[in-house]
């Protein structure tokens, strides 16, 4: 049996969706484990576009059985919406090919609500896509959220609801003096929503660790500089993005997934607010904005670009336990007159070349050094020399192999530098 993960090791949108996909082509389960539909990985199959929040990519390969474990927070109103959207092009999503755990807590619309009312109040922003996600953690760690099971029982849904909601009401009027919804509505749309979820309701846990053989792909969401823990705290989504949040969000068989796979942009990107050590605010920044179409999947924002930076990315390795990288959006940074890769930083009066948790990236100024840029084609099976030192320097500066190239949106547009799933 193999087992491998998918992890950002940036700030997301790093192109984990068309690895994914890739790789679900030879995976026999596909499961997601944190986050919620914050997350937007775009696949692009012949001319069609899909963009998947929360069903695993793992949907569009017919062999596939795709998981949602129970470390996902999971709006039900947007599974509809996406179920709608996904199924309307070729790809068929049924409860045969699709499970969702019956234990993940619940995204309801007073989340939502309640995480755009903070970010619109607030003096320091988070940048959030406005999905409920930071809410719906609180209330799960808090003890008190609702569970994909509980829309199945109407009694124990409404006193949920009513525990739940107590200290919301006062938040709503008094705090940030919005409407507050009515209860009993969203108990009848949970309901509702209930109904057609239940088909896909399991155990997903036993699933996964009774599985003996055949590949395991966990399709990670977002990256480690988001991770609650390692990340760029507070401007952090709420899950662990990392590896770890595997342990807890899904179960891994025999304790270890034997590969991890830390996706990695040719260059940095970020969307939302928080220190960005390498962000560009001249011409190469805006080339790489415009050549890399970089717009944020999930809300259209224009993400944030700058130079690839290795001491986090070194660190990403380590919190993350990754083996191997795959470097995407290689092509964008071909034909640049300049090529710059961040190799260190000015701290506190000291040259540093690691980065530790809780470290104020915000306080750092970045230290870089110059390479010759390239200008591949990627039409012939060889690099050029320029390019083949901009990955050496990657894999010396972080210790592990770069196994994949990714140089475009399409299926096609990659070279497996390493096998993956023997
Ligand atoms: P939240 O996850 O909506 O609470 O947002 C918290 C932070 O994570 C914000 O800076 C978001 O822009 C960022 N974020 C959340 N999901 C993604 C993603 O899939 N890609 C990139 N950034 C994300």
Redesign the pocket.
């Known amino acids: 049996m193999g087992s491998l993960a998918i992890i950002?090791s940036q700030?997301?949108?790093e192109g984990k969706g068309k690895i994914t996909d890739l790789l679900a082509a030879k995976s026999d389960l596909v499961i997601r484990y944190q986050?919620?539909n914050?997350?937007?990985?775009t696949i692009i199959v012949g001319d069609r576009k899909v963009i998947l929040h929360l069903i695993p990519s793992g949907v569009l390969h017919a062999h596939a059985l795709s998981l949602i474990g129970h470390g996902v927070v999971f709006d039900p109103r947007a599974f509809r919406q996406e179920l709608d959207e996904v199924n309307s092009s070729e790809t068929v999503v049924t409860s045969k090919n699709l499970k969702i755990s019956e234990n993940c807590s619940v995204i309801t619309s007073y989340h939502k609500l309640l995480?755009q009312a903070r970010e619109g109040s607030a003096t320091v922003s988070?940048?959030?896509?406005?999905?409920?996600?930071?809410p719906a953690y609180e209330d799960k760690v808090g003890r008190r959220a609702i569970l994909l099971k509980d829309l199945l029982d109407p009694i124990k849904l409404r006193q949920g609801l009513q525990e739940c909601l107590a200290e919301k009401e006062v938040l709503f009027k008094q705090k940030y003096k919005i409407s507050f919804p009515q209860i009993d509505n969203e108990l009848e749309d949970l309901l509702e929503l209930g109904k057609l979820i239940s088909p896909y309701l399991v155990d997903t846990f036993s699933i996964i660790n009774d599985k003996k053989d055949g590949n395991l792909l966990y399709e990670g969401?977002?990256?480690v500089m988001?991770d609650i823990d390692y990340g760029s705290y507070p401007?952090?989504?709420?899950?662990n993005t990392s590896a770890g949040g595997i342990h807890t969000g899904a179960g891994i068989p025999g304790g270890k997934v034997e590969e991890v796979l830390g996706i990695t942009k040719a260059y940095t990107?970020?969307?939302?607010?928080?220190p960005f050590p390498t962000e560009l605010f001249d011409k190469y920044g805006e080339q790489m904005s415009k050549v890399g179409h970089e717009f944020?999947?999930?809300?259209g924002?224009p993400?944030r670009c700058g130079w690839l930076d290795l001491p986090l990315l070194k660190y990403s390795v380590k919190a993350s336990n990754i083996s191997s990288i795959a470097l995407t959006k290689v092509d964008v940074l071909s034909g640049f007159e300049k090529l710059m890769v961040c190799t260190g930083y000015n701290y506190q009066g000291k040259k540093i070349d690691q980065v530790s948790v809780g470290m104020d990236l915000g306080a750092v100024e970045p230290i870089y050094h110059e390479m010759v840029p390239f200008n591949d084609d990627f039409k012939g099976d060889t690099l050029t020399r320029q390019l083949q030192d901009y990955i050496k320097m990657i894999e010396d500066f972080v210790e592990v192999p770069v196994g994949i190239i990714a140089y475009g949106p399409e299926r096609s547009e990659i070279k497996f530098l390493k096998e993956y799933f023997k």
């Open positions: 950002g700030w997301g949108d986050g919620g914050n997350a937007g990985h995480d988070i940048g959030t896509t406005g999905r409920g996600i930071g969401a977002q990256g988001l401007f952090v989504t709420s899950s990107t970020r969307v939302g607010e928080g944020g999947a999930t809300t924002r993400r």
